[in-house]
């Protein structure tokens, strides 16, 4: 695997998991704001 291919791979990977991070933020705001009522 080249430099190249790693560092690509890699980014991938933080792109994905920043993805989930804000989607289970996003979920967790939701249920908030529906308790909230």
Excluded: F, N, P
Aim: one cysteine or more; charged letters at 30%; hydrophobic letters at 30%.
């Amino acid at each position: 695997m080249t430099q190249q291919e790693y560092q690509r791979r890699r980014q991938a990977l933080l792109a994905q998991m920043q993805a989930r991070q804000r989607r289970a933020d996003l979920c967790r705001a939701g249920g908030d704001a529906q308790r909230r009522q």
